[in-house]
């Protein structure tokens, strides 16, 4: 059996490893600060049947995926929506969603920038509100809300209790943002993943399952 290779070890206080296949078909791994690295060499081995089945699965996901082209009848999401690209006339740039989504001329000397944008105004938007409302209905305490361009995790939270999401989540249902930020906040709470954990994400999202493995299975969607 061939040795797997790591492509990045992340080292913390969590109490156990995690292997990660990134959608670059990289394979990270989350570890305590104690453990060999000759302990994680053998468990990513033993995990070699797994980890290559899904490099392989995001490899063939990588060629089925066309970057975009910011042509009229592109398709975009947004809260698990469908939305077709419209280029309209406009002198500046500006973007916003009546019916179709809607693009000025403007916006195509660099439609990349402003289509990022346009999500990550509408994640600060979005993420912030279903944060509070959680956190109020619930009792989560939580100190800040950031907003990234994170392509494999899609919220995180610090250890003083800071939240970090992926404007690219926006793009999902909201059943599922709301999975996400939950998730986040239990953290607030229980910073590792024990059992413990994911009794209180049940207690909350019963079926927190089913919208993680959707989040999985379409996360080719979110790849602007």
Not at 10 to 29: D, F, G, N, Q
Not at 31 to 57: C, D, G, T
Not at 95 to 112: E, G, H, V
Request: glycine content about 4%; aromatic content about 10%.
């Amino acid at each position: 059996m061939s040795e797997i290779i790591i492509d990045k070890i992340i080292r913390s206080s969590r109490r156990s490893i995690a292997l990660v296949v990134t959608i670059e078909a990289k394979l990270v791994v989350r570890a305590p600060y104690r453990v060999s690295m000759e302990y994680i060499q053998n468990l990513v081995n033993s995990k070699s049947e797994w980890i290559e089945r899904k490099q392989r699965q995001f490899v063939r996901k990588a060629k089925d995926l066309k970057p975009k082209k910011f042509e009229t009848g592109e398709i975009f999401y947004l809260l698990g929506e469908k939305y077709a690209l419209e280029i309209v006339d406009g002198a500046k740039p500006h973007m916003w969603i009546d019916n179709n989504l809607k693009m000025t001329r403007a916006c195509l000397k660099s439609p990349q920038k402003h289509i990022n944008y346009w999500y990550i105004m509408q994640a600060r938007q979005i993420l912030e509100q279903r944060v509070k409302f959680f956190a109020l209905s619930i009792g989560f305490k939580f100190k800040s809300i950031r907003i990234n361009s994170a392509r494999t995790r899609w919220g995180s939270c610090g250890p003083k209790n800071s939240l970090n999401f992926s404007w690219r989540l926006v793009a999902a249902p909201i059943e599922v943002i709301d999975t996400v930020v939950v998730h986040e906040l239990v953290h607030t709470e229980i910073k590792n993943h024990s059992r413990l954990f994911y009794q209180r994400l049940r207690s909350i999202i019963p079926d927190y399952k089913d919208k993680e493995k959707w989040l999985k299975e379409n996360t080719g969607a979110f790849l602007l």
